[in-house]
């Protein structure tokens, strides 16, 4: 499974952005993809995942401001983030998992200024 990020770059406080995620491979029935964010010195955090029933899962800190989509004709999922805060800048992780093993991505950096 090969997993590439796009999107990312510079955003105001307040702004939107709209992260991709191009899976490759991915052909398993049972999985779940998603993203993760990494701010400097800190840890690496889950933002939000879909499954591939649709079931999908934000962390609290972005509930209501970002929404996560899949198009499956083009293998994608969208992370859009709106209401953007300083405190989501980051590099942003495209994730998948399935048969008990994790699949990363390159990630793409998001800095939303103040």
């Known amino acids: 499974v090969q997993l590439q990020a796009f999107g990312g770059g510079l955003a105001q406080a307040g702004g939107s952005l709209r992260l991709s995620c191009a899976a490759s491979?991915?052909?398993?029935?049972?999985?779940?993809i998603g993203w993760f964010r990494q701010a400097p010195q800190k840890q690496r955090e889950l933002v939000a995942t879909v499954t591939s029933t649709g079931t999908t899962y934000y962390a609290e800190y972005v509930k209501g401001r970002f929404t996560i989509s899949g198009d499956s004709a083009k293998n994608t999922v969208y992370l859009q983030m709106s209401s953007l805060k300083p405190d989501d800048t980051g590099v942003y992780y495209c994730w998948s998992t399935f048969s008990f093993d994790d699949y990363w991505g390159q990630g793409t950096v998001v800095t939303v200024s103040s």
């Open positions: 491979g991915l052909t398993e029935d049972d999985y779940a």
